[in-house]
């Protein structure tokens, strides 16, 4: 089943610290067939991500492995 997510990032300022393992797990979830689509927003800064999952909360237990959706 796929899913739109969106998001909006509150604290761009602290995003920096967190890229790194940010983009690691964004991979990590486009390797498992998890994301099918990431667009960014604009105005910035946020997100729109189509997600692939069983159900909502699945999804949102996929996304929550990202540390800036947490």
Do not use: C, W
Request: hydrophobic letters at 45%.
């Amino acid at each position: 089943m796929l899913f739109l997510a969106t998001g909006r990032i509150v604290r761009p300022e602290e995003t920096d610290a967190h890229m790194e393992e940010e983009v690691l797990v964004f991979n990590e979830l486009k390797a498992e067939g998890v994301l099918q689509e990431v667009y960014f927003s604009q105005p910035g800064p946020g997100v729109v991500s189509v997600v692939d999952a069983p159900s909502p909360d699945a999804a949102r237990a996929h996304l929550h492995r990202l540390r800036l959706s947490r």
